[in-house]
């Protein structure tokens, strides 16, 4: 199947600085690619869709200003935590879809990003 | 807008037993997907069901689709400690976006 990674893994920061995650497709080309949160034992919840060359359309109650996304190419979405707070300790997964391989409607996960910040 | 919820929230069986998740959408689906998350992992993909009334076996697993494409259920026979996890329900809706029921977190005693 279609493979995502996301760097880093974990990571940890104090209170105000930013973070950067990237989500990467690296065997298919992604013109859409989704960012979640997961709060821990809650779903997920989608922030934004993130569109290859354009803006990415952020879910309600979402604040763009804070949460930074950038989809340059064609392989690679980011999202930048921007003056990280405690409350955005959170589970970060993003997903993309392989429109040529399957139907479209199946997306693949990233392994994830844990944010702690301090 | 669009709310996807699953019960029961929690389920603890002794190995063997069987399990039951229920999902259901407010508003009607074109396409339902399952998926299951272990402690500390991403979810990872199962099954698609896409047509009204639909039925899909993998192994020990039975998915099935409502004829009003708003419910779906996933059935586990005989469980076993390897099924430990969260079982996620996920749907395409009138938009272009998958949205996440709410999981039903499944604990196997062995």
């Known amino acids: 199947g279609a493979v995502v990674s996301q760097h880093p893994s974990r990571v940890i920061c104090k209170s105000g600085t930013s973070v950067k995650i990237e989500c990467r497709s690296l065997?298919?080309?992604?013109?859409?690619m989704f960012w979640y949160r997961q709060f821990p034992k809650q779903s997920l919840m989608l922030m934004a869709t993130s569109n290859e060359g354009s803006k990415a359309t952020y879910e309600q109650g979402v604040e763009k200003d804070k949460f930074l996304i950038n989809h340059a190419s064609l392989t690679l979405s980011t999202l930048t935590v921007t003056s990280a707070h405690p409350e955005d300790s959170s589970f970060y997964i993003c997903?993309?879809?392989?429109?040529?391989?399957?139907?479209?409607?199946?997306?693949?996960f990233g392994p994830g990003t844990r944010l702690t910040v301090t | 807008g669009q709310q996807v919820m699953q019960i029961p929230q929690y389920q603890h069986v002794q190995e063997g037993e069987d399990f039951t998740t229920y999902c259901n959408s407010s508003?009607?689906?074109?396409?339902i997907q399952w998926y299951k998350q272990r402690p500390g992992g991403h979810p990872v993909f199962l099954i698609q069901l896409v047509k009204s009334g639909e039925v899909k076996k993998q192994k020990r697993l039975t998915f099935q689709f409502g004829e009003a494409k708003k419910n779906s259920s996933l059935h586990i026979t005989a469980t076993q400690t390897t099924d430990v996890g969260t079982y996620f329900c996920?749907?395409?809706?009138?938009?272009?976006?998958?949205?996440f029921g709410t999981g039903t977190r499944l604990q196997v005693f062995p």
């Open positions: 997903s993309a879809r392989d429109t040529e391989r399957t139907s479209g409607l199946e997306q693949y």
């Open positions: 065997d298919f080309q992604a013109t859409t």
């Open positions: 508003t009607t689906l074109s396409n």
């Open positions: 996920a749907g395409w809706g009138n938009t272009d976006k998958l949205i």
